[in-house]
């Protein structure tokens, strides 16, 4: 049976150094002293709440240092304990210190909580690898911030495997837990170099993907929260929540504070998405309630993500900065073309042509968490895993290596380069998309857009040009 953070870390104690530094005239007597959090962010812990049972009962917290004076002790026999609000979150409670008081005394303590590698040590005991770590954490219900017993949470990550016989491979990696009757999850094993994607599963529906790194440490917390509202009869339709009664909005900036435009802007896992205005601030409203993976991305720059937790009727802020990336791209020929007029060569198309076509009703219907999604059961193609959340679509009949080789994209009728290497995906919200068209070799498709490759073509359309009136 799996501890919890509660039970192993009580064992741990508290680190004290008692100094008696001077006993003046009077009986009465002072303690000074540090709390220093050394589990969490490592430094002293200020707003700490501290309490002293004992010939005189006294409550009072640390300031902005982590420190604390309490004079006028009567001597004697003390119960020390303190407690702090982000502690409070991951289920650690600090035992409880018996203090011995001198008559007139200056007691010095200095208290630090374990560090991560010492709770990392006894919740996983098990766990030999390394850069490996643990995420723990609760999930709730975002309704009534009561915690959601026996529910699942897991983590997946996909790693690379290098051997003689098979060369470089990859293979999919799942750890899963279930929560106790406090809400509370412990995931060990789970590795610390890499980005993990973690979900959460409450009566028989899923929470969206949520992006975690634990950037070298042993240890991550992560407090989950989950709309379940009329979960029975969504559970049984299979319905995911997307819409709800949530907002966030903020703002995007480049590295020298200007403001950034035109960035795109979604919620992993919903169709939910739009740009920053020409002051770099953007609005998302009537979201389901949770939490959920903020990503922001824009050409030329370099993606971010943010967790963030949405309440009910709660708007969160948040301010996003994209760094610049420097890519070569080949030279193209810019030429104005009618979105509608595209539009049209789809549907004449998809009615006489020879590739495969996913129109407007079928990219509904799938309502994919990203655009790589709709490719997923395209003949001829396959996606290739390139990081959490991001995949390489490759032709299996081209002249690559394993037969394996990229397409050529075309968004509204101009070539796109799609580059892995640098993240991010397609550049385009399969919301916005009016039809795919794919073509697995170059013959085979419309002359315009052939450059002979035997990779075959991609052709993407928007819905720039439709009618507002027409759109559902």
Not at 127 to 141: A, D, F, M, P
Not at 423 to 434: A, H, I, K, S
């Amino acid at each position: 049976m799996r501890r919890s953070l509660l039970s192993v870390v009580a064992t741990v104690g508290l680190a004290t150094a008692p100094l008696f530094a001077q006993t003046p005239a009077s009986s009465l007597a002072t303690i000074r002293g540090l709390v220093f959090d050394s589990l969490l962010n490592h430094t002293p812990l200020s707003g700490a709440m501290i309490t002293l049972t004992g010939p005189a009962n006294r409550t009072f917290r640390t300031d902005g240092r982590g420190r604390f004076v309490v004079d006028s002790l009567p001597p004697g026999s003390y119960v020390l304990a303190f407690n702090h609000p982000t502690l409070d979150s991951i289920g650690f409670t600090p035992p409880d210190r018996s203090v011995e008081v001198a008559p007139g005394a200056i007691l010095r303590l200095f208290i630090a909580t374990p560090s991560d590698r010492m709770v990392f040590s006894r919740l996983c005991p098990a766990i030999k690898e390394e850069q490996t770590g643990v995420v723990i954490g609760s999930l709730v219900n975002t309704a009534n911030d009561r915690p959601l017993p026996g529910a699942e949470v897991r983590v997946d990550w996909t790693e690379d495997l290098i051997s003689k016989e098979s060369g470089v491979s990859r293979r999919a990696r799942l750890v899963r837990a279930t929560t106790d009757s406090n809400g509370r999850y412990q995931l060990c094993g789970v590795p610390n170099d890499i980005s993990i994607v973690l979900r959460s599963i409450a009566r028989g529906l899923s929470g969206p993907p949520i992006e975690l790194r634990l950037e070298g440490h042993t240890l991550a917390i992560r407090p989950l929260s989950m709309d379940v509202g009329d979960s029975a009869q969504r559970a049984a339709t299979g319905a995911i929540p997307t819409v709800g009664t949530s907002v966030v909005r903020g703002t995007v900036k480049q590295q020298d504070g200007s403001p950034l435009p035109d960035a795109q802007v979604i919620l992993l896992g919903l169709p939910a998405s739009t740009r920053s205005d020409p002051s770099g601030a953007f609005t998302l409203d009537s979201l389901p309630a949770g939490s959920h993976s903020l990503e922001i991305r824009a050409i030329g720059f370099g993606r971010s993500r943010r967790l963030v937790d949405l309440r009910p009727d709660r708007p969160v802020e948040v301010a996003m900065t994209l760094q610049k990336m420097a890519a070569v791209l080949p030279e193209i020929n810019v030429v104005g073309k009618n979105m509608a007029a595209g539009m049209t060569e789809f549907d004449q198309r998809k009615t006489n042509g020879m590739g495969h076509y996913i129109d407007r009703a079928a990219i509904e219907r799938r309502n994919p968490i990203r655009t790589e999604d709709l490719f997923r059961t395209v003949p001829g193609l396959s996606l290739v895993p390139s990081g959490s959340f991001d995949y390489t679509i490759v032709s299996t009949r081209g002249a690559g290596i394993n037969g394996q080789c990229s397409p050529d994209f075309f968004l509204d009728g101009a070539r796109i380069t799609v580059d892995p290497s640098i993240g991010g995906g397609l550049p385009v919200n399969p919301q916005e998309l009016y039809g795919i068209e794919v073509y697995n070799g170059s013959g085979t498709a419309p002359p315009q857009y052939s450059s002979g490759s035997s990779c075959g073509v991609v052709l993407m359309w928007t819905r720039r040009g439709e009618s507002r009136r027409t759109r559902r």
